[in-house]
């Protein structure tokens, strides 16, 4: 199976701060159709996860512009260019090219 | 809207079983593939298993697999996982998640929880 490896697994930022999740693969996401199975996913507390980001880069409906996703084969980021009170939760970021779908261990975003 | 909605969830005895449904409405859903995402108490996302809009394509992770059985009744826009043998380590919230393609889950129900305790 695909490992998935997330850090920090603790980011404390101040609001109007930028902030930044790495996720690393143990192989790589890039499929022969030039897109990177990579997802990443917001948990807020008390919730069910949610989509934030699709292959990589496209920042799923309704998510703001703030957020946006790069990289490609097996090192991506997940940036949020200014963080806001609402962004507190565990970010998630997954792999999709097995079909055993495997997550990383969760990034907890706090406010200072 | 879209909307998935679990339930079936509660206190098991260990090497018992259980089934969970997800009642899935505001879409197709004979067109998606679906998945099981389940989260033990205060840790991560760990994915359990998928049934393709094919229902005889399955696929399920290693800890679950030969114990868990995923279907769906297609006429009736409900998913189900079967769950035997439970274990302690089998206590979980368990979500539903619906897959449009490329492996993303683009809509999760609320999840129910299951536990397994004597």
Known sequence: DIVMTQSPLSLPVTPGEPASISCRSSQSLLHKNGFNYLHWYLQKPGQSPQLLISLGSNRASGVPDRFSGSGSGTDFTLKISRVEAEDVGVYYCMQALQTVITFGQGTRLDIK | ?118
């Open chain 2, 1 to 118: 809207q879209v909307r998935l909605v679990e339930s079936g969830g509660g206190v098991v005895q260990p090497g018992r079983s259980l089934r969970l449904s997800c009642a899935a409405s505001g879409f197709t859903f004979s067109t998606y593939s679906m998945h099981w995402v389940r989260q033990a108490p205060g840790k991560g996302l760990e994915w359990v298993g998928v049934i393709w809009y094919e229902e005889s394509d399955k696929e399920y992770a290693d800890s679950v697999k030969g114990r868990f059985a995923i279907s769906r009744d297609n006429s009736k826009n409900t998913l189900f996982l079967q769950m035997n043998s439970l274990r302690a380590e089998d206590t979980a919230v368990y979500y539903c998640a619906r897959a449009p393609g490329y492996g993303i889950f683009d809509y999760w129900g609320q999840g129910t929880l299951v536990t397994v305790s004597s």
